[in-house]
T-cell receptor, first 116, second 111 residues
Framework: GAGVSQSPSNKVTEKGKDVELRCDPI?????LYWYRQSLGQGLEFLIY????????KSGLPSDRFSAERTGGSVSTLTIQRTQQEDSAVYLC??????????????FGNGTRLTVT | DAKTTQPTSMDCAEGRAANLPCNHS???????VYWYRQIHSQGPQYIIH???NNETNEMASLIITEDRKSSTLILPHATLRDTAVYYC????????????FGQGTELSVKP
């Protein structure tokens, strides 16, 4: 079956522009996560959605970052007024949360964002 | 979630076993040990997880010490395609919630 799909795979934008990154999770997965990875760095947690619960936004670095998940499926990460330090790979993951330890995260291959 | 400590890098000869250690001395009773790996330019890939018993699947084995303060991921016959960054993470298993990734171990499998 299909894995986690992210689009676009690459995005180049000018400083100050807004960007939207899309994530299609695995069908039936109730939990969805966004991470980012700057060049040569580890994964940085951004935000986590679980079903109808309020999302865990504790990792969002500034109010320029927001995310939504419509209909419990597709998610969009929006970065407003992009800055050069926003350049990174943005990774999405989904899992069958609620089934505890048998629900590993499945990651997409990310969107590489370059802010010029 | 408990913090983990891993060596920054390791080398392994192709065809030999790769043994990747992880310390998690502050792990609590309901936290599981998870291993993921990230091959260059790809998203992380789940490998294996366990609570206190040793676990084995088609990818690897996980050995957890009796006191659960450390564990070892074993790739029994490493190949060049196993070159990746390996992340050891502890997390409460009966809930959802984010995984917090550390810096991981960069494993280089050499011919």
């Amino acid at each position: 079956g299909a894995g986690v799909s992210q689009s676009p795979s690459n995005k180049v934008t000018e400083k100050g522009k807004d960007v939207e990154l899309r994530c299609d999770p695995i069908s039936g997965h109730t939990a969805l996560y966004w991470y980012r990875q700057s060049l040569g760095q580890g994964l940085e947690f951004l935000i986590y959605f679980q079903g109808n619960s309020a999302p865990d936004k504790s990792g969002l670095p500034s109010d320029r970052f927001s995310a939504e998940r419509t209909g419990g499926s597709v998610s969009t990460l929006t970065i407003q007024r992009t800055q050069q330090e926003d350049s990174a790979v943005y990774l999405c993951a989904s899992s069958l949360a609620g089934t505890g330890h048998n629900s590993p995260l499945h990651f997409g291959n990310g969107t590489r964002l370059t802010v010029t | 979630d408990a913090k983990t400590t891993q060596p920054t890098s390791m080398d392994c000869a192709e065809g030999r076993a790769a043994n990747l250690p992880c310390n998690h001395s502050t792990i609590s009773g309901n936290e599981y040990v998870y291993w993921y790996r990230q091959i260059h330019s790809q998203g992380p890939q789940y490998i294996i997880h366990g609570l206190k018993n040793n676990e084995t699947n088609e990818m690897a084995s996980l050995i957890i010490t009796e006191d659960r303060k450390s564990s070892t991921l074993i790739l029994p016959h490493a190949t060049l395609r196993d070159t990746a960054v390996y992340y050891c993470i502890v997390r409460v298993g009966n809930q959802g919630g984010k995984l917090i990734f550390g810096q991981g171990t960069e494993l280089s499998v050499k011919p």
